[in-house]
C-alpha cells in the first residue's frame, strides 16, 4: 500500500471513529431525556437515536384500541374487526392499527384518512369484520379501551379480545367518530343522531 | 498527545478477535429477520400502497421524515432485498457488501413506516454498518473458504478494530441511558412499573404463570436489579472482575423479556447477540474458533 493511500485510509478510519463516538453520545444523550440531539439534528437523524429510554414509567392500564362502524341500512354503531385491514401483529398492540391510535389519535388528519380506509375497505368486501359485507357504513367510531392492571396476588385473567360492549362505559373513551354530515353524504340519508 | 487520548487510540488498536464480528453478522441478521417477518409476509400492507399509510404531515414531530407508499412491486422488491442482504450476509457472500445494502434497506423501511417501527428497527441499520466497517466474512462464511481454499493463506485470527470496539460500546450505553430514563421516571418512586407491564397483549404463557405464581415484592426485587444493571452497566462490563458476571445478567435479563414479552423476544436476541459477540470471555470462543478452522480448508497441493 502506498503511503498516500495508507494516509486516505488512516483519514476514513479516524472519521468513521468520529461518527460512531458522535451516535454513541446521541444515543446516550436521547435516552437520559436531555433533548440535545432533538434540538441540533434532522428529525430523520435523531429518530435512530431513540432507543434507549424503554418502559421508564409505569403502566397506568392496559390499554387496547377499537372501532366501531355506521351501518346506515341500520342507523346503528357496531363493532368493526379491523384486524383483516392491519394484518401485521394482528392481535398484539404492535398491530399498526394500535399504533397509530397510539401516536396519531388527536391528529384530525390522519384520523379522517383512517376513517376514509376502514370505510373504503369494509364497503369493498371480502372480509369477515364483524359486519355483514351487504351492509356498507358511513362511517367510523374509534376509541381506547382502559383496563385496569390487577394488584399483585389477586386472580388474574389472560388478556383476551372481548366485544367492546362487554367493558363498563368507564373503561372506554371515544376519541373520533365522522361527522354526522359525513355520515349522511355517505349513506345517502340524512342521519340524524350519530350517539 | 495526551495520555488519556493515547489510552484510548491504545485500547482502539488493540487487536481482537475476528469471530467477535462473525458472531453479529451471523446473529444480528437472523434476529433482525425474526423481527421483520411478519412485516415482509405483509410487504404490500406494510410499506405497499395496499394497506393504511400516515398521510404527509408536514413537519410533525411524530412523522420522522415522510416517503409515500410504494406500488405493490416496489414493496415486495424491498422486502426481498431485505431478505437476500440478510442471506448473503449470514452465509458470507459479499459480506461487507450485503451488510451496507441490508443497512440501507433497513433505514428505508425504519423511514417509510412509523407504526411499524421500533428499537429494533431503528437499531439494526448501525449494527449492520458497523458489520460492514470491520472484518466481516474474513473467517466463517462461503467467501472466506473459497478465498482460504484459492490462496491457501490462513485467515487472520486477531485484528485491530473499531468495528468491534463500537458493537461493544453500544449494548453498554444503551443500558447506561436507559438506566437513567427508568430512575429519572418512575423506577426509583413506584414499586411495582415491571409488574405493571406484565398485563397487556404482550404477555406470554409464562409471563401469566410468573405472575399468577410470584408474590408481589419479587417484583420490586427484579426492578432494582435491572435499574442497577442498567445504571451501573458502565462499571460491570469496564471491570474485568464483573464483565462476565455482567455478560450472563445482562444475557439471563434478555431472556426473561424474551420469554415474558412475545413480540420483544427479538429485541432480546439482539440484544443477547451484541452482548455474546462484545464479552464472551476468551476461553469460551476457542470452540468457535476451532470450528472455523475446521472449516477452512487446507490447498491441495499443485
Known amino acids: 500500500m502506498s503511503p498516500r493511500t495508507a494516509a486516505w485510509r488512516a483519514r476514513g478510519r479516524l472519521a468513521l471513529e468520529i461518527l460512531a463516538a458522535i451516535y454513541l453520545a446521541g444515543v446516550w444523550l436521547d435516552g437520559t431525556g436531555t433533548g440535545i440531539p432533538e434540538r441540533v439534528l434532522p428529525r430523520a437523524l435523531s429518530y435512530f437515536l431513540q432507543v434507549a429510554a424503554l418502559f421508564p414509567t409505569a403502566a397506568v392500564a392496559s390499554i387496547d384500541y377499537r372501532a366501531e362502524g355506521f351501518v346506515c341500512q341500520e342507523g346503528q354503531w357496531r363493532e368493526l374487526d379491523t384486524r383483516p385491514y392491519f394484518p401485521i401483529d394482528a392481535n398484539d398492540k404492535e398491530n399498526r392499527f394500535s399504533r397509530v391510535m397510539h401516536f396519531f389519535r388527536d391528529n384530525r388528519k390522519t384520523m379522517n384518512a383512517l376513517d376514509a380506509y376502514l370505510v373504503e375497505r369494509h364497503d369493498a368486501g371480502g372480509n369477515e369484520d364483524g359486519i355483514a359485507a351487504d351492509r356498507s357504513i358511513g362511517g367510523v367510531r374509534l376509541s381506547s379501551l382502559r383496563i385496569p392492571i390487577p394488584p399483585p396476588g389477586s386472580v388474574l385473567e389472560r388478556p383476551s379480545r372481548r366485544p367492546l360492549a362487554s367493558y363498563p362505559e368507564e373503561q372506554r373513551k371515544i376519541f373520533y367518530h365522522t361527522t354526522r354530515s359525513k355520515l349522511s353524504e355517505r349513506c345517502g340519508t340524512d342521519v340524524e343522531s350519530t350517539k | ?302
Open chain 2, 1 to 302: 498527545m495526551h495520555w488519556r487520548l493515547r489510552r484510548i487510540a491504545f485500547w482502539l488498536n488493540e487487536p481482537l478477535a475476528v469471530l467477535r464480528i462473525e458472531i453479529v453478522r451471523i446473529g444480528a441478521p437472523l434476529a433482525i429477520l425474526g423481527f421483520l417477518s411478519k412485516r415482509l409476509a405483509h410487504a404490500d400492507e406494510w410499506i405497499g400502497d395496499g394497506g393504511f399509510h400516515v398521510p404527509d404531515l408536514e413537519g410533525d414531530w411524530r412523522q420522522p421524515f415522510y416517503i409515500p407508499p410504494l406500488s405493490a412491486w416496489a414493496a415486495w422488491s424491498i422486502a426481498a432485498v431485505l431478505v437476500l442482504s440478510a442471506l448473503g450476509c449470514v452465509l458470507g457472500i459479499k459480506a461487507r457488501q450485503s451488510a451496507v445494502v441490508f443497512a440501507s434497506a433497513l433505514a428505508f423501511v425504519a423511514l417509510s413506516d412509523r407504526l411499524a417501527a421500533f428499537t429494533v428497527s431503528k437499531l439494526s441499520p448501525v449494527v449492520m454498518l458497523a458489520v460492514a466497517a470491520g472484518p466481516a466474512g474474513s473467517r466463517l462464511g462461503v467467501d472466506a473458504y473459497f478465498k482460504r481454499k484459492k490462496s491457501g493463506k490462513r485467515p487472520k485470527i486477531c485484528k485491530p478494530s473499531g468495528a468491534i470496539r463500537f458493537l461493544q460500546l453500544l449494548p453498554v450505553v444503551i443500558y447506561s441511558a436507559s438506566g437513567i430514563a427508568k430512575a429519572r421516571g418512575d423506577w426509583l418512586t413506584r414499586p411495582l412499573v415491571l409488574w405493571s407491564h406484565v398485563h397487556d397483549s404482550y404477555q406470554t404463557p409464562f409471563a401469566f404463570a410468573l405472575a399468577s405464581v410470584l408474590p408481589g415484592w419479587t417484583w420490586t426485587v427484579f426492578q432494582g436489579l435491572v435499574l442497577a444493571f442498567e445504571v451501573f452497566a458502565p462499571l460491570w462490563f469496564g471491570f474485568s472482575r464483573t464483565r462476565t458476571p455482567a455478560l450472563l445478567f445482562g444475557v439471563g435479563m434478555h431472556m426473561m423479556i424474551g420469554l415474558m414479552f412475545g413480540p420483544v423476544r427479538w429485541f432480546a436476541l439482539l440484544m443477547i447477540t451484541l452482548l455474546v459477540a462484545g464479552y464472551l470471555p476468551e476461553r469460551f470462543l476457542e470452540p468457535i474458533d476451532a470450528l472455523a478452522r475446521r472449516l477452512e480448508p487446507v490447498r491441495s497441493p499443485g
